[in-house]
């Protein structure tokens, strides 16, 4: 098992930027998978951007393309989500989230094959 703790949401005016983190404990972080999710209320909770084990492999939601970064620092157990030019649309809570797969090549993006979520941290971007 693997416990998550996201970090580094907050207030942001639009063009701006954010870097979110997402500390894991418990199990070795380098079997996992990661992933980045978002939701507002009312609505899913959509992916943002994945990547594998190695960070060799990586996906973005088309929305965030070429504005959003997701990198892993395995010696440090964690994943991280850098957010720039973001936009009013960017405001959600925003969840990390882990499995564990034999590829390493492999990155997970619907939201029902992760295993592992973190409690969330809230962004919020003002217009």
């Known amino acids: 098992q693997v416990q998550l703790v996201e970090s580094g949401g907050g207030l942001v005016q639009a063009g701006g930027s954010l870097r979110l983190s997402c500390a894991a404990s418990?199990?070795?972080?380098?079997?996992?998978?990661m992933g980045w999710f978002r939701q507002v209320p009312g609505k899913d909770r959509e992916v943002v951007a994945a990547i594998s084990r190695y960070g060799i492999s990586t996906y973005y939601t088309d929305s965030v393309k070429g504005r959003f970064t997701i990198s892993r620092d395995n010696a440090k157990n964690t994943v991280f989500l850098q957010m720039n030019s973001l936009k009013p649309e960017d405001t959600a809570l925003y969840y990390c989230?882990?499995?564990?797969?034999?590829?390493?090549?492999?990155?997970?993006?619907?939201?029902?094959?992760?295993?592992?979520w973190g409690q969330g941290t809230q962004v919020t971007v003002s217009s």
């Open positions: 989230a882990a499995q564990p797969v034999s590829s390493t090549l492999a990155i997970v993006t619907p939201r029902l094959q992760y295993s592992y």
């Open positions: 418990g199990r070795t972080f380098s079997n996992y998978a």
